[in-house]
């Protein structure tokens, strides 16, 4: 379930080239929209709605779904645009450092404290932006946009503490005002694309819904079933296959900078994981020999 989650994340930039010639914009209107159904029926159906009601009744867990919701609207768009703008590459990388900007959040924002291999991780993952940054010749925007968004959402959403599936529902029903204007407005001025370009496009379109919600469903199961330092390995896969798609399938070109960039990053990953890795394995032995005494 783990490894079918982040696989269609990963491959996600092939089915977002399939809804071409619709704009990004027009493209994320429909994916929240058709994702908003998909989760009221899930909703229904997992009879999760009286912890749909629950979230409403709670003002502090309703602030942490309006940020949650404002930033993952972010992410999408940014994930949809970076793709078809045919920067894949790039969105990977936003996917590759969001591990680490998730653990810096945690510093700036719950006041955790980092660890001396941590702060290496970081430090060599922000020189690697720099260089990235002199190659492209300004910031890397998407991939800092999808980071930072997912950082954010991923914290937001740890703060609420409620489930994944009635939290999305509040998040798209949030959002989905803005959506249907957006897609009426399309409609009205005859710019839409939805029934424009054959039946199949139009069926792709209104897909979206459950493109976002299958791999949800199978990041749920993998996440009440596994370890969560398989589950954060794990997370490295989506980026992993992004970036093959950009080279091998999108041809997306790499200069000798953005590979010492992109090296720059896997390293700074390698070292954030082994410590992870070891730390956890620390603490297992010391609830063990605590057990054991």
Not at 16 to 39: C, F, Q, Y
Not at 44 to 54: E, S
Not at 133 to 142: E, F, K, L, N, R
Request: include cysteine; charge should be positive; hydrophobic fraction near 60%.
């Amino acid at each position: 379930m783990g490894v079918a989650a982040y696989g269609m994340w990963g491959l996600f930039p092939l089915y977002w080239r399939l809804l071409e010639p619709a704009g990004a914009v027009e493209i994320l209107a429909h994916r929240v929209v058709w994702s908003l159904l998909t989760m009221v029926v899930l909703t229904a159906a997992l009879r999760r709605t009286p912890y749909l009601r629950a979230i409403v009744r709670d003002r502090r867990v309703v602030v942490l779904l309006v940020v949650a919701a404002i930033v993952i609207g972010f992410n999408w768009g940014g994930f949809i645009y970076g793709v078809n703008a045919g920067r894949v590459v790039e969105v990977s990388l936003g996917y590759f450092i969001n591990p680490l900007v998730t653990v810096l959040l945690g510093v700036l924002v719950l006041g955790e404290r980092l660890r001396p291999l941590q702060w290496w991780a970081i430090g060599i993952a922000a020189l690697a932006v720099v260089i990235l940054t002199v190659d492209y010749g300004h910031p890397p925007w998407i991939a800092l946009l999808l980071a930072g968004s997912f950082g954010t959402y991923g914290l937001a959403k740890k703060k609420a503490n409620v489930g994944a599936v009635e939290s999305l529902t509040f998040e798209t029903v949030l959002l989905a005002p803005i959506a249907l204007g957006y897609i009426w407005w399309l409609t009205a001025t005859g710019e839409s694309n939805f029934a424009s370009h054959g039946a199949g496009h139009a069926v792709l379109l209104a897909s979206t819904g459950l493109v976002t919600a299958v791999p949800l469903i199978c990041f749920g199961a993998a996440a009440i079933r596994i370890p969560m330092t398989t589950l954060g390995l794990l997370q490295y896969l989506a980026p992993t296959i992004q970036f093959a798609l950009g080279l091998v399938v999108f041809d997306e070109q790499m200069t000798a900078v953005k590979w010492i960039g992109f090296a720059l990053v896997w390293l700074a990953l390698a070292i954030f994981t082994v410590e992870a890795l070891r730390r956890r394995r620390t603490q297992l032995r010391m609830v063990v020999e605590a057990s054991a005494v």
